[in-house]
Each structure stands twice: as C-alpha cells, then as structure tokens.
C-alpha cells in the first residue's frame, strides 16, 4: 500500500507498558501419522538386502580405520542410506539409538532423498537386528520396525562426494582447493578439529588458524584434494559436511569522476554526536580515519581484524558506506547553510583484505564478521556507544553457474543469526567460539546488504517482446550469502533518481527503472519460492542506470547514483549506488531510531524500520505483475511477489521518529518463555502472552464504516541449527517461533483464548496452518504466507466499526529444535519479542492519537494549528543531519 495520504507527523510513537497477561497452553495432542510407507512384498530379502549394505559398509570401514595412527583412529563409521522415491525416511530414528544423523539431502529430480548416519562399531549388532526385525510381525500383523525400515531402498559407506552439500557439482577430486568441513563433536570422543590439524601438518595441507564453533556445529577450513580429503572418513575427525568456503576476499566499488566541492564548508558545519551516543559500526574495508567529515564522528574507533593490516581503507568501499552511515544521502547536507546535528557516531573494523598481498592463510567471512563484532564490541578503551548498529555490505559475489542462494543457511548466514540472538562470542587462537543461549539483553541489530546484480547486459532484461525490462533480470537474481539469515535486516534497493545529464553526450538517453521502483542493481527473492525466508525485508535508494538510445548501453552515471564520502583526500566526495549504499542508509535509520527512543531492543529497531516502511505507487501498480501467457495472480500471489521484490517497501526518518494524528504507532516490549518440562520428561509450549491494547474505542465506533488500517508487525530473534540434517520438524533451523493473532469482532475473550490454545497446540513444529477470525481475507499477506523468518508482518483492511472490538492481540510460540531436540539446557529460557501495532485511517483525518496517549497517561495538548503536540514522555530527536 502507498504512503496515505495523512496530518504531519509531530508526536512520538506510544510506548505500552502495560503487562500482558500469561496463559499456559493446554496438553498438546501427541498426533499421529507419518511419511506414507512402502509395502515390500518379499521383506525378508529387502532386509536381507540392507543387512548387506551395512555389514559391507562396516568391514570396508573397519579397514580404512586399521590405516590410521592409533591416536586417529575412529570409534564408529558413516553410512549413505538412500529412500525410496516419494517416500521418505523418518529421521528422527536415525538419530538415537546409538546412531547420530549426520546429514540429509532432500529429494530432488535426479536424486533420491538420502541420510548420512554415524554408526560405532559396537552399535552395528543392535542396528542389523533393527532391519532384520521388518521380515517379522507385530503382534497386529503388521512388520517390526516398518517405519524404520520400509523406506530404506539401500545402505552403503559413506564416501567423500556423498558428504558435500552444495548445489553446484562436487569440484573435481584431484585438483587443490579450499574446502569447508563441518563437524558433529558428539560422533568423536576426541576434538576433531584438532586431529585435522595433526593430520594436516603431517600431510603438509595449508588449514585456516581458526575454526567456528556455531550452534551444534565445529566448521574448519583445509586446502587439500578431494582424493587426500578422502582419508578423513577412516579417522575420528571424519565430517559430516562438506562446503564450499566463503572468504573475505576483496571487494570492489563502483567509481566514475569525482571532484572536490563542499567538503571543507559542511565539517565546520557539521555538529557531532557525544561519544557515547548510538553508533553504526561499519564492517568492510576500513575507513579514512582523517576525512573531515568521519573523523569527528569516529572518536578513533577504527580497528582491524586482519593479520598484519591497518584500518586504513584503500578500496573506498568502506569509507562511501561510512559517509552513509552517518549522513545519509550527503546532497542535503552539502546544500544546507546552517548547522548539520548528528544524533550518532561511527566506528568501522576492517575486515575485507585490500588485495595488495597475498594470503597464506584466507579467513573467511564468517570468522571476520564474529572476531568484528568482539573487536567492536572490546574496543581499545575509548568511549563505548550506548547502542550499536552492524551495517555489512558485503555478500558472497555469484560464482559461475550460481545465481544467489537457495535459501538454506551456511555458516556465514548462521553465523550471523548467532550474533544478532546474543550469542557470546570468544575468541581463541585456534577458533572462534558462537556457542551458549543466547542473551535477550545482548542482542545485536546487524544489517546487510541483498546482494547486487553485476555486469548489466541488455538481452538480459528483454521481455518476450523485446523491450528491456529490468525486472525480469531482478527477479531471476537470487539474494546472494548472507543475507538469507533470519535475524538481519536484509536491505535491498529502490530508486527515485531519473535525472538524465544535460549534455549532448547523453541526448536521447532515458532512465531504466521508472522514479519509485526497483533499482536495477537489486537482487531479490522471488526466485525463492519454497525457502524459509523472505527477503529484502526494506528497500532504500541504491540508484538507476541510463539506457542508450539504441538500447545498446547500459551507463551508471554519478547523477543517478548517491553523494558520499571519498577515501582519498584529493577527491573527497564519491557516488555509491546498489544495494549497498541502500544499507548503509538503512544503518544510519536504525541509529536515528535509537537516538530517538533509546530504550529500544535490537529486535524493536529492525521492526521498527520494517513497520514504518512503505511500499511507493510504482512497487504495486498492477501492470507490472502482468506476464504474457501467466496465469492471473490473486491478491496473496501479488503480495508475496511484491514483498520478495520490495520487502515492505522504504522507511523514511521522519516516519519512524513520529507517529501522527490519524496514524499511531503502538510499540510493545516483552518477553515470554515458551518452553516447559511437562509430565513424563515431555517438552511442553510454555506461555501464551495476551496484550489488551490502548484501543481508541470510541472514535472507532463513531467512524462507522470508514476504511482503517491495523498494522502490525512481531520481530524477535532465533537460536540457528545449520546443520543440514533435514529442515523440518526435529532438525528446523529455528530454536522456536512466536506467532501473533487478533480478537475477532465478535469473538469472545474466552473463546480468543481458547483459539490460541488450540493454534499452539496444532503448530508445535512451525508447519500448521494458523487460524484467524472470519475477516481473514483483509488480511493483505495472510497468517499462512507471514510466518516465514523470525519478523512477522501484516496489514488488516477493513471498517471501523469491525475492528473497534478487536483490541486484544497475543503472542504465541510454536516448537522449533529446542523443543524437539529436548534441550534441557533451553527449557525455561525467556525470549524478548517487540510486537508494533498500528492504527491508520488514510481517507480522513480522524485524532487516533489522543485517546491512545491519554489510556497510557501520555500528556497531550491541542495546538493552535490544530495538530497534537507531545508535553512530556519520550523526546523526539529533530536535530538529525538528514
């Protein structure tokens, strides 16, 4: 939905204090049903068949394991059991027992569903007679162990190519390369990683210093051949995955001309914050510490986490995003005559090698960003920020026959997730540990970037006839790692510029994306139609492209593109563009959120930027969803379409410092614990929260039929599980999920609560499909195509008069892998969420805000002109450079 049309926006959002009331959902059913299973008519030799597989696997095992030092050698072995097609295997039973699951691949066109088991070799006995059970009968009739063994179409040992993970082809096995090894510490008695590095000494293979240590995962990175790799199954440090490595490798700007004008005029213009005010810290490749209008601000923070490198930024890339970060768009700025009040600082950390020597030993970016975060975090003593923002433009550039991610986490994204949940983060000199629960009070806002289109080619954006449409190329580019992680705000680009240069060298040239649309660079998600994520989550201005008159050329031109800061002295200013400066504005938002409402969680600013985003005419004007020869899309298809392309559209300063008189902002803080031992040892749901809100009833029923809009958006952070043992049920990525539901009109509070009881209770693993009151259908996204990711969001339409008895909302959570997992060590942990609600009407200008501030004691006075004026409570922060 456009920005309505609505009064000025002059008073603060409304914080709610009030306490929710806690409901403890019922006993949840202990359902039933299961993957279809295969009827085998001869089950004595489909048993006899897999035995086989086994005891082959065990004994090839055991010969590989008598080849290893006895300091090396394994207690157990890894076997590849293949399904069945169509029908897959039940993995919870391969992974107890005695036996570990290692990993899983789905089933795919040309490959059968498949699951990597560890097995020890004392538990091969137990685990033969398990298959060899299936030629047997219950006392019912039916076959022992069916849901174990039905499924099963052959077991064979492991071997290295079963282990990689990637969607591009295993490298060839004799060539040299860098590979990512991931690690399940419960299959070794020994610590793995160490006896990789003996062995890699031993063999002379190169290894990274450190390892990462996330979730329940230990990932090393050796450079070595497949066929030397190949030794690793026969000794204790045999992984469970293999990768494709991520490493900081350089990165490089977009420049064109650049010249000195206004720098000198605007730093003795420009007011810095304190120290210790909110700050964005920039991770990329440093900074130019003495640049006039970043030095003020940097209170010299600026550090460094690779070896033997300063911070000093020889690329630019880091300096453009902290010219950003601090000062957005510098065009105003640079054009204003008085004072420039900054309400934040900057700092910056190194962690993009400049590319001027090489690297015996790559870092990757997974291990940089977490040693970033502690640097930042540690500082060298000087001033610490009373809040942080992470800005990261920085993503894994498409290899060769990649486009993007497919959704699923690797450890860069995990990594991040573990950040942003407040996951400590030690730092040792052989690993990085991300381990322990996570801290709702320690939680990060990390931003970064969706990842950019590269190398523009016109026949690339053609349609069917011939014109050039740059958003048929946007939406085949997948978002590029990491920005696929749940816990981030992901930022992609739009663009408003279309200015063509007054020079006869561009006549006859014409902007390639139209003003308010998708910038061309944008990578975006529409590819992704079946992940667990959606992503961008916000969009801001990243720049445009001019077209040749012939359409042969494609020019990035500094006009459409934005103002910032320049690494070198001589040149001063530079123009950034993709999605990249669209981050480091989005970072400089999220300070000014900070500023404004200082008591705000990581996870209420992120939401708070998705919230008070808004989607322009050109992001939903129907004809650009109009396909020759595609069927119709309903309104959800639509929406998902445009929430893939534009997240929920651009968040603006003043938006999300003020609410106004006909559109409120309600911002709620909690926590609840949504895990609890139950009887017989059984991990329960916990706790439901109830929010009976401020609701401004009367004016509500006085409108009558006239159109509202109700707002809302629920933003909390999870605990990441990156194995790929299968992401659903038991081995979900997500430690847990909240949902958010509303009071029908005519819903009863009994009846509400028993809903939510009964909704709890049917989505225990995240996958059921949540129930709403009968106006469902004004709903613009719908509660079955919102719950992806860990920021829920949704707009509700409709009269007045409906939505005045529909002042309850509650929160509820839903099982992840701390209840399937049955982590003792989760159960009884509180979680923070920031729920946001807001009411809107965009055809009148009816006072929303009033009634609401004077429920929660909020003084307000009339103003001459008639707006709302705030008297007392929160202060608003005006004074901001942009």
């Not at 007679?129 to 299936?134: C, D, K, T």
């Not at 909390?716 to 990156?722: F, L, Q, T």
Request: charged share 20%; aromatic share 6%; proline share 7%.
């Amino acid at each position: 939905m456009p920005e309505p049309s609505i009064a000025a926006r002059s008073t603060p959002h409304l914080m709610v204090p009030w306490q929710a009331a806690t409901l403890t959902p019922r006993s949840e059913p202990s359902g039933g049903g299961g993957p279809k299973l295969v009827r085998r008519e001869d089950r004595n030799r489909h048993a006899a068949a897999l035995v086989d597989g086994l005891e082959t696997a065990e004994e090839e095992s055991a010969r590989l394991a008598q080849e290893a030092p006895d300091e090396f050698r394994p207690d157990g072995f890894a076997v590849r059991i293949e399904a069945a097609r169509d029908h897959p295997l039940q993995l919870e039973r391969l992974d107890g027992s005695g036996l570990t699951l290692m990993s899983s691949h789905p089933q795919t066109e040309d490959r059968q569903q498949d699951a990597l088991v560890w097995i020890p070799f004392d538990k091969v006995a137990s685990f033969t007679q398990r298959i060899a059970a299936f030629s047997q009968d219950t006392d019912d009739g039916n076959p022992q162990q069916a849901a174990l063994v039905a499924n099963m179409e052959q077991i064979q040992r492991a071997l290295l190519e079963h282990l990689w993970q990637e969607r591009h082809e295993l490298p060839p096995l004799d060539d040299e390369r860098w590979w990512e090894l991931w690690f399940d510490p419960r299959i070794s008695p020994t610590d793995p990683v160490a006896t990789l590095r003996a062995l890699a000494e031993a063999r002379q293979w190169r290894m990274s210093d450190r390892a990462i240590h996330v979730g329940e995962r230990l990932v090393a990175h050796v450079s070595a051949t497949g066929n030397d790799l190949a030794v690793l199954l026969g000794t204790n440090a045999c992984p469970v995955e293999i990768r494709t490595p991520t490493f900081a490798e350089g990165l490089y700007a977009v420049d064109r001309s650049f010249r000195v004008n206004l720098v000198e005029d605007l730093a003795q213009r420009v007011k810095p914050a304190a120290p210790h005010a909110p700050t964005v810290c920039v991770l990329d490749t440093g900074i130019a510490q003495e640049h006039p209008l970043l030095k003020p601000a940097l209170h010299e923070r600026a550090y460094s986490v690779l070896p033997g490198r300063a911070p000093a930024d020889r690329n630019g890339h880091g300096t453009q995003m902290a010219g950003l970060a601090l000062f957005g768009d510098l065009t105003s700025a640079l054009e204003a005559q008085g004072p420039v009040v900054l309400g934040h600082g900057l700092e910056s950390v190194k962690i993009l090698d400049d590319g001027l020597a090489p690297v015996e030993s790559p870092r990757t970016l997974a291990e940089t960003t977490a040693n970033a975060v502690a640097t930042a975090e540690i500082g060298n003593g000087g001033p610490t920020p009373s809040a942080r923002v992470f800005s990261m433009a920085v993503t894994r550039w498409s290899r060769d026959g990649e486009n993007g991610v497919d959704g699923t986490a690797t450890l860069w994204s995990a990594t991040l997730d573990a950040l942003a949940a407040g996951t400590s983060v030690a730092v040792r000199e052989d690993r990085i540990d991300l381990i322990g629960a996570p801290d709702p009070q320690a939680s990060r806002l990390i931003i970064v970037s969706a990842g950019n289109i590269r190398g523009h080619l016109p026949h690339q954006m053609r349609d069917d006839n011939g014109r050039l449409d740059p958003l048929l190329l946007c939406d085949l580019s997948r978002i590029e790692e990491p920005a696929q992680a749940h816990n981030v705000l992901t930022v992609g680009a739009c663009t408003h510029l279309d200015t063509v240069p007054a020079t006869p060298l561009f006549q006859g040239y014409r902007p390639l994306a139209a003003s308010g649309g998708l910038s061309p660079f944008s990578r975006t998600s529409v590819a992704l139609t079946n992940a667990a994520i959606t992503k961008p989550d916000i969009v801001l201005e990243g720049g445009n492209l001019l077209v040749a008159p012939d359409d042969s050329f494609l020019d990035p031109h500094e006009l459409l593109s934005v103002p910032t800061t320049h690494h070198d002295a001589a040149h001063q200013l530079a123009w950034a563009n993709a999605t990249s400066a669209a981050t480091a504005q989005a970072a400089a938002l999220a300070a000014t959120a900070m500023t404004t409402y200082p008591g705000l969680r990581a996870e209420t600013v992120r939401a708070l930027l998705v919230h008070e985003a808004q989607w322009t005419p050109a992001m939903v004007e129907p004809g650009l969803f109009k396909k020759t020869g595609a069927p119709k899309l309903n309104k959800g298809e639509l929406m998902r379409q445009v929430i893939r392309r534009y997240g929920w559209g651009v968040p603006t300063a003043e938006r999300i410092r003020s609410s106004a008189s006909n559109a409120v902002t309600m911002i709620i803080q909690n926590t609840l614990v949504p895990l609890k031992q139950g009887k017989n040892g059984q991990v329960r749901l916990a706790e439901l929260k109830l929010h009976e809100l401020p609701w401004p009833l009367e004016q509500l029923r006085d409108l009558a039929e006239t159109t509202v809009d109700l707002r809302v958006t629920l933003a909390y952070m999870v605990e990441p599980n990156p194995g790929r043992r299968g992401m659903v049920g038991r081995y979900s990525y997500a430690s847990h999920g909240l949902r958010f539901a509303i009071k029908g009109p005519t819903e009863s509070a009994d009846a509400f609560q028993s809903r939510l009881a009964e909704q709890a209770e049917q989505e225990t693993d995240g996958t059921g499909n949540p129930k709403a009151f009968e106006s469902d259908s004004r709903w613009l996204v719908g509660p079955r195509s919102r719950n992806l990711g860990s920021l829920h969001a949704d707009i509700w339409r409709g009269s007045a008069a409906e939505l005045a008895d529909c002042g309850m909302l509650a929160v509820y959570p839903v099982g992840g892998w701390w209840k399937a997992n049955k982590r003792k060590d989760r159960i009884g942990l509180p979680v923070s969420y920031a729920l946001l609600v807001s009411l809107q009407t965009p055809e009148v200008s009816t006072d929303l805000y009033t009634p609401v501030a004077i429920q929660l004691g909020v003084p307000v006075e009339i103003a001459p002109a008639g707006q709302n004026k705030i008297t007392s409570g929160i202060p608003v922060q005006m004074e901001l450079g942009w």
